[in-house]
């Protein structure tokens, strides 16, 4: 009886009667002859012959993946990243020795033969036929470059791979067509540069460049003789001749070429015998893909720009289109990212907030009147330990961030104020502004229908101290964060107004929500929205009103040179310029004298506000000079963390404000980002003081709302206080705010404190 395989399946004289039936019915193909019925295979040659036809005539070769790479705006390199780490090189820059290598170990004939080699199909049938088993093959290097094209544009289908790689006549067949139109087509020299660009080498390296880097940290080019035959042994099968893992096997298996290389000629034996007494030498360069090995941490804005490709349609119609570019790789993406800004940004977040912190930090920085995203960083890392994530707290939840964003608390003001004027309130408008007050009882809607404040249980609110009593004009109330200011200007001006100024700023929650028509959100920034959405809609007033829609990519090349369209900034005109030049007069009254004093820069014009939301679970500074907007968050991503007596950056802080963590985050950031450049002026508008009482503090050094670290006004603020969510006499509030049930806004594996 003959003897099975060790896996079980065909006897040996069936497998050769197999390997026999595929070899004579191959001849049978090239030769053009119809054959009697293909005995134990149950084949009929013409039956087999048709099939054969049947099958399309060209070989699609699907472009080689290949790593991408990102560069910042002055062409240094960002990140690589790739579904596989190839990197296509000509046969002039492959060693010969590595070109001789493969071709004696893999195909010793393949310079004689044609598609297919019928000498090694006889020699591979006995030889089978003797052992009992299948211990020889005879595909040649055309036929298993053939296989390669199969199984790259499988992709990382495992379904597809397995059909490629399967076992079957049928396979085998099409393979044969396919090799003999590769063999008339490309010739010797373009298939062989072709498989040693293709072949899988292990240790996630495809093609001959990434395996030379990989193993021996060298081009392709520059291979020895004992380093190619190294190479050339592992295609066979890069587990078990893996050098890393199992160097013994390895140079066994090196050895084994060496010898074969000797036997067809290609060296010497005293070569081959010199060879195999060098010890397996590596200097292994472990793989660095993907957005974790992103410079200057940069991480998050790297894994911005993958989320882009993959969502514009600008990159294909549909979502597996543009899985299919980037995936395919090869491209070089430059992007806008600034290095001296993202250097200048990441330096000032390890300054002040640790990675160990129980609350994190989020920056992004915005160029007006372009959209050009100049920075992007975060205090938790890019990654997947402790304390890491891959939640970038930046941006909205389609492109990777957190599931709502991030409630504002006052920084929204601003968006109200610019509202105010746009419709013809002037910038000296005043209200009473009392310490405490109930909600209007109604708030005109986009929809005619009027909001109603609940009269059985009101909805209330006070300012942060009772020093805070109006009369207050704009400049004052602005300055000093006036929460009972803001309400009356909305209750006077109606919601649609501040609807519609924020849909023209692209102002959207986190989510991608439109916001909602409560007074809660569209006066003291009860809902959540992304440092990225703030720092661009900020960056229309720096730009007099013109709002540009954000940007992270440049340019992207094909590895060929040519270019792919990218995306456009869109910018549009949101308010006029007498608008913006009024909200960024006020502005600068923040920082010069008001809740913003600790952020502002010395140097030149600049302007923003603080904001510091509901039991101080988050404290933002959003600010600008006319050529750099710049938006800080500060809090727990889960918004858990009550920001009162806790340690930020090795600094004990009793309360949290917007303008004490933040704000010095924001003015670090923007320093080192704008040195060595100049900015511009604002153009100004006159705005009286507007009647300050006597009585009343100079505006910015009296107890403030609570976006001020420091009180010396009547009363302490009280702990929790926030102007986000005011409290509702009536023990409910009577409009949703924002809450955040226990795993809704991840942390991405970080295991930090929450």
């Given at each position: 009886?003959?003897?099975?395989r060790?896996?079980?399946?065909?006897?040996?004289?069936?497998?050769?009667?197999?390997f026999?039936?595929?070899?004579v019915?191959a001849?049978?193909?090239?030769?053009g002859?119809?054959?009697?019925?293909?005995?134990?295979l149950?084949?009929?040659?013409?039956?087999?012959?048709e099939?054969?036809?049947?099958?399309?005539?060209?070989?699609?070769?699907?472009?080689?993946s290949q790593?991408?790479?990102?560069?910042?705006?002055?062409?240094?390199?960002?990140?690589?990243?790739?579904?596989?780490?190839?990197t296509?090189?000509?046969?002039?820059?492959i060693?010969?020795?590595?070109?001789?290598?493969i071709v004696?170990?893999?195909?010793?004939?393949?310079y004689?033969?044609?598609?297919i080699?019928?000498?090694?199909v006889?020699?591979?049938?006995n030889?089978?036929?003797?052992?009992?088993?299948?211990a020889?093959?005879a595909?040649?290097?055309?036929?298993?470059y053939?296989?390669?094209?199969?199984?790259?544009?499988?992709?990382?289908?495992?379904?597809?791979v397995?059909?490629?790689?399967?076992?079957?006549?049928?396979r085998?067949?099409?393979?044969?067509?396919?090799a003999?139109?590769?063999?008339?087509?490309?010739?010797?020299?373009?298939?062989?540069?072709?498989?040693?660009?293709?072949?899988?080498?292990?240790?996630?390296?495809y093609?001959?460049?990434?395996?030379?880097?990989?193993?021996?940290?060298?081009?392709?080019?520059?291979?020895?003789?004992?380093?190619s035959?190294?190479?050339?042994?592992?295609v066979?099968?890069?587990?078990?001749?893996?050098p890393?893992?199992?160097?013994?096997?390895?140079?066994?298996?090196r050895?084994?070429?060496?010898q074969?290389?000797?036997?067809?000629?290609?060296?010497?034996?005293?070569?081959?015998?010199?060879?195999?007494?060098?010890?397996?030498?590596l200097?292994?360069?472990?793989?660095?893909?993907?957005c974790?090995?992103?410079?200057?941490?940069?991480?998050?804005?790297?894994?911005?720009?993958?989320?882009?490709?993959?969502?514009?349609?600008?990159?294909?119609?549909?979502?597996e289109?543009?899985?299919?570019?980037?995936?395919?790789?090869?491209?070089?993406?430059?992007?806008?990212?600034?290095?001296?800004?993202?250097?200048?940004?990441?330096?000032?977040?390890?300054?002040h907030?640790?990675q160990?912190?129980?609350?994190?930090?989020?920056?992004?920085?915005?160029?007006?009147?372009?959209g050009k995203?100049?920075a992007?960083?975060q205090?938790?890392?890019?990654?997947?330990g402790?304390?890491?994530?891959?939640?970038?707290?930046?941006?909205?939840?389609?492109?990777?961030?957190?599931n709502?964003?991030?409630?504002?608390g006052?920084?929204f003001?601003?968006?109200l104020?610019a509202?105010?004027?746009e419709?013809?309130?002037?910038?000296t408008?005043?209200?009473?502004?009392?310490?405490?007050?109930?909600?209007?009882?109604s708030?005109?809607?986009?929809?005619?229908?009027?909001?109603v404040?609940?009269?059985?249980?009101?909805?209330?609110?006070e300012?942060?101290?009772?020093s805070?009593?109006?009369?207050?004009?704009?400049?004052?109330?602005?300055?000093?964060?006036?929460?009972?200011?803001?309400?009356?200007?909305?209750?006077?001006?109606?919601?649609?107004?501040?609807?519609?100024?924020?849909?023209?700023?692209?102002?959207?929650q986190?989510?991608?929500d439109?916001?909602p028509?409560?007074?809660?959100a569209?006066?003291?920034?009860?809902t959540?929205?992304?440092?990225?959405?703030?720092?661009s809609?900020?960056?229309?007033?720096?730009?007099?009103g013109?709002?540009?829609?954000?940007?992270?990519?440049?340019?992207?090349?094909?590895?060929?040179?040519?270019?792919?369209?990218?995306?456009k900034t869109?910018?549009?005109?949101?308010?006029?310029?007498?608008?913006a030049?009024s909200?960024?007069?006020?502005l600068?009254?923040?920082?010069?004298?008001?809740t913003?004093?600790?952020a502002?820069?010395?140097?030149?014009?600049n302007?923003?506000?603080?904001g510091?939301t509901?039991?101080?679970?988050?404290?933002?500074f959003v600010?600008?000079t006319?050529?750099?907007?710049?938006?800080?968050?500060?809090?727990?991503?889960?918004?858990?963390?009550?920001?009162?007596?806790?340690?930020?950056?090795?600094?004990?802080?009793?309360?949290?404000?917007?303008?004490?963590?933040?704000?010095?985050?924001?003015?670090?950031?923007?320093t080192?980002?704008l040195?060595?450049?100049?900015?511009p002026?604002?153009?100004?508008v006159?705005?009286?003081?507007?009647?300050?009482?006597a009585?009343?503090?100079?505006?910015?050094?009296?107890?403030?709302?609570?976006?001020?670290?420091?009180?010396?006004?009547?009363?302490?603020?009280?702990?929790?206080g926030?102007?986000?969510?005011p409290?509702?006499?009536?023990?409910?509030?009577?409009?949703?705010?924002?809450?955040?049930?226990?795993?809704?806004?991840?942390?991405?594996?970080?295991g930090?404190?929450?």
């Open positions: 009886m003959a003897k099975k060790s896996g079980g399946g065909l006897t040996g004289t069936q497998q050769a009667a197999k026999l039936g595929v070899s019915l001849g049978a193909v090239l030769a002859i119809a054959l009697p019925a293909a005995g134990a149950g084949l009929a040659a013409k039956g087999t012959v099939g054969f036809d049947e099958i399309p005539a060209n070989l699609k070769t699907p472009p080689l790593r991408t790479t990102i560069l910042d705006n002055k062409g240094g390199t960002i990140a690589q990243v790739y579904s596989r780490d190839r296509v090189v000509p046969l002039a820059d060693s010969p020795y590595m070109q001789k290598a004696a170990i893999e195909d010793g004939r393949f004689e033969h044609g598609a080699d019928l000498k090694g006889l020699r591979a049938m030889k089978n036929a003797t052992s009992g088993g299948v020889q093959g595909s040649t290097l055309t036929q298993q053939v296989k390669n094209v199969f199984v790259e544009e499988a992709g990382d289908d495992p379904d597809k397995a059909e490629a790689t399967q076992q079957t006549i049928g085998k067949v099409k393979e044969l067509k396919y003999i139109q590769v063999e008339e087509e490309l010739g010797k020299k373009k298939i062989l540069e072709n498989y040693l660009n293709i072949t899988f080498f292990g240790q996630q390296a093609g001959i460049e990434a395996a030379a880097k990989r193993y021996f940290s060298k081009s392709a080019k520059d291979l020895t003789l004992d380093e035959a190294m190479l050339a042994g592992i066979q099968s890069p587990s078990r001749y893996d890393v893992n199992d160097a013994q096997e390895a140079k066994k298996r050895n084994t070429v060496l074969r290389m000797a036997d067809v000629k290609d060296i010497s034996q005293a070569e081959a015998d010199k060879a195999k007494e060098v010890p397996i030498k200097s292994v360069s472990k793989p660095k893909n993907g974790i090995t992103a410079v200057d941490g940069a991480g998050f804005f790297c894994d911005y720009v993958r989320e882009v490709f993959l969502s514009d349609p600008v990159f294909g119609k549909t979502k289109e543009r899985a299919k570019l980037w995936n395919q790789g090869g491209l070089t993406v430059q992007t806008t990212l600034d290095p001296q800004s993202q250097k200048a940004t990441q330096a000032s977040i390890k300054e907030v640790y160990k912190d129980s609350v994190a930090t989020a920056v992004t920085l915005v160029q007006p009147g372009s995203i100049l992007m960083g205090s938790k890392p890019y990654g997947f402790d304390n890491e994530t891959q939640i970038n707290f930046s941006v909205n939840r389609q492109m990777g961030g957190s709502f964003g991030f409630p504002v006052s920084t003001k601003p968006f104020a509202a105010a004027i419709g013809g309130k002037p910038p408008q005043q209200y009473p502004s009392p310490y405490e007050m109930d909600y209007p009882a708030v005109q809607t986009c929809s005619g229908k009027p909001w404040n609940d009269p059985k249980n009101p909805a209330h609110l300012n942060e101290n009772e805070e009593s109006g009369p207050y004009a704009l400049r004052d109330a602005m300055a000093k964060s006036v929460n009972t200011y803001f309400v009356q200007m909305l209750g006077d001006i109606g919601m649609c107004p501040v609807s519609q100024m924020t849909d023209r700023l692209n102002v959207r986190g989510n991608g439109k916001l028509m409560l007074p809660s569209l006066t003291l920034g009860s959540g929205i992304s440092p990225l959405t703030m720092a809609a900020y960056a229309a007033f720096a730009n007099r013109t709002y540009c829609s954000p940007i992270a990519i440049e340019s992207i090349k094909k590895p060929d040179g040519s270019s792919v369209p990218v995306p869109s910018c549009s005109q949101a308010m006029s310029q007498t608008t030049d909200i960024n007069t006020l600068r009254g923040v920082i010069d004298s008001g913003g004093a600790e502002g820069l010395k140097d030149r014009d302007a923003g506000k603080t510091t509901d039991a101080r679970k988050n404290a933002w600010g600008y006319s050529n750099l907007s710049a938006a800080v968050w500060v809090g727990s991503p889960s918004q858990r963390v009550e920001m009162n007596n806790i340690t930020i950056g090795g600094q004990f802080q009793e309360q949290v404000y917007g303008g004490q963590v933040p704000g010095p985050i924001w003015r670090d950031a923007m080192g980002a040195q060595g450049q100049d900015s002026p604002f153009v100004r006159d705005i009286p003081d507007g009647g300050q009482k009585s009343d503090p100079v505006a910015g050094t009296a107890g403030t709302n609570n976006d001020k670290s420091k009180n010396k006004g009547k009363h302490k603020p009280k702990p929790g926030g102007d986000n969510k409290p509702n006499r009536g023990g409910q509030p009577p409009f949703p705010g924002i809450s955040f049930p226990p795993g809704v806004i991840g942390g991405g594996g970080g930090w404190p929450q």
